[in-house]
C-alpha cells in the first residue's frame, strides 16, 4: 500500500448514502423517508469548517433533510442531484485553486468510482464495495454512518496539529 500523506489535504469531499449516512432508507408509513447520520461525523465537520477547510457533499441522491442537517453544521456546497461527481468538482477546484492532489474523497459504491481515482486521497468506509476498497488508499476502520467520516477529518487535523488546538466545538 502507498504511503498515506493525511497532511496534504485542504479539501474534504464526502458522498451521502453510504459515507455520511448507514446506506439503509428507512421508509415510514406517511411515505417520507428517513437517513441515519451520525452526531461523531456532524461535530468532526463542523469543526473542519471553522478551521478553514473546504468541505462539500456531492451526492447523486436527492434529500432536503440531509441538506438541512449539513447546512446547520455549517456546510455550504452541497451539492445534490448530482450525476457527474468529477465535473463539479473539477470546476470547484479550478474557481478555487485547489490542485487535485489537496482532496480527499470518501466514496463507497460505484458512483464514486471516477472521482475517486483523481484526487490524491481516496478513502472509503469499512462497509464499501470492494470495487471502491480497491482503489482506496485509505479505508476506515468504521463503516458509513457510524463515525468514518469523523475518523478521516481527525487523522488529517491531526496530522496538520488543527484536531482540538484551540478549544472545543459545541456541537449543532
Same mark, same amino acid.
Given at each position: 500500500m502507498a504511503h498515506i500523506s493525511f497532511e496534504q489535504i485542504s479539501t474534504f469531499v464526502f458522498d451521502v448514502d453510504g459515507v455520511l449516512t448507514d446506506g439503509t432508507i428507512l421508509v415510514l408509513e406517511n411515505g417520507l423517508q428517513a437517513r441515519r447520520m451520525s452526531i461523531r461525523d456532524g461535530y468532526a465537520l463542523q @469543526?473542519?469548517?471553522r478551521?478553514?477547510?473546504?468541505?462539500l457533499v456531492i451526492s447523486g441522491a436527492a434529500a432536503s433533510p440531509v441538506v438541512d442537517r449539513l447546512s446547520k453544521l455549517g456546510i455550504t456546497e452541497i451539492h445534490m442531484g448530482v450525476s457527474n461527481k468529477w465535473e463539479l468538482l473539477r470546476?470547484? @477546484?479550478h474557481t478555487h485553486s485547489i490542485?487535485?492532489?489537496?482532496? @480527499?474523497?470518501m466514496g463507497d459504491d460505484m458512483p464514486d468510482y471516477e472521482v475517486m481515482t483523481r484526487v490524491g486521497l481516496p478513502a472509503c468506509p469499512a462497509d464499501a464495495i470492494e470495487d471502491i476498497a480497491a482503489i482506496s488508499l485509505y479505508r476506515s476502520g468504521l463503516p458509513g454512518g457510524a463515525g468514518c467520516v469523523r475518523d478521516v477529518i481527525e487523522k488529517v487535523m491531526r496530522s496538520r496539529g488543527h484536531w482540538m488546538h484551540e478549544s472545543a466545538v459545541n456541537s449543532r
Open positions: @469543526l473542519a469548517v478551521k478553514d477547510y473546504h468541505v470546476q470547484y @477546484l490542485s487535485p492532489a489537496e482532496v @480527499l474523497f
